[in-house]
């Protein structure tokens, strides 16, 4: 059964930069999907960014473009969002999980990172 | 942007009641709507793929139905662990998106 794990959250200030890592036990890391969703403080999902299992392909919510970019390592059975001129709206738990495909569900979640961006 | 819409927003109710969640989308999504649960303090639970696909290990009271632009989520008889928020998705087009969520409280 795969289980995800995410790190890599704190407080950052606006325009500053933070890299969340998502670590996945299991085998057969490069046969699925991944995606990145946030949930701001009391509020609904949101999903963040989108890659392939190749990593070959990626999706990213207009929110974010241009500024986050999702990579992942096959080899180390980890996945990456590196988060660029982050902004006070960018404040909320991202959560990865993991997909089929683009258009499958999410059928496994990580616990959680804190992202707080504040001055 | 596929938009969805979720009603009620919140819900009040007694165990052995039946609950009933509907989640309409903008457009046509076909059958790619999906189903969570999140309980409070969790990460989000995967109960339904597929508009109606329960997935392994969630209670047979948890079941979907509908395609193309109303779905439903129903929970045939509460129980106290379901106190949770209830969210739909959508995967049929980019951007993926959320319904804004159905807090299900235990009267």
């Given amino acids: 059964e795969v289980q995800l794990f995410e790190s890599g959250g704190g407080v950052v200030q606006p325009g500053g930069s933070l890299r969340l890592s998502c670590a996945a036990s299991g085998v057969a890391f490069h046969s699925y999907a991944m995606n990145w969703v946030r949930q701001a403080p ?15 392909v990626t999706y990213y919510a207009d929110s974010v473009k241009g500024r986050f970019t999702i990579s992942r390592d096959n080899s180390k059975n980890i996945m990456y969002l590196q988060m660029n001129s982050l902004r006070v709206e960018d404040t909320a738990v991202y959560f990865c999980a993991k997909s089929p495909t683009v258009i499958g569900a999410f059928d496994v979640w990580g ?8 001055s | 942007e596929i938009v969805l819409t979720q009603s009620p927003n919140f819900q009040s109710v007694s165990p052995k009641e039946r609950v009933t969640i509907t989640c309409r989308a903008s457009q046509s999504v076909g059958n790619s709507l999906h189903w969570y649960q999140q309980r409070p303090g969790q990460s989000p639970k995967l ?7 329960s997935m392994s290990g969630v209670p047979s009271r948890f079941s ?35 319904g804004g969520g159905t807090k299900v409280e235990i009267k």
């Fill in chain 1, 42 to 56: 009391g509020k609904g999902l949101a999903w963040v960014s989108h890659i392939s299992g190749s990593g070959g």
């Fill in chain 2, 64 to 98: 979907g139905s509908g395609s193309g632009t109303v779905f439903t989520l129903t929970i045939s008889s509460l129980e106290a662990e379901d106190a949770a928020a209830y969210f739909c998705h959508q995967s049929s087009a980019l951007p993926l998106t959320f």
């Fill in chain 2, 47 to 53: 109960l339904i793929k597929s508009a109606s696909q």
């Fill in chain 1, 111 to 118: 616990q959680g990172a804190r992202v707080t961006v504040s």
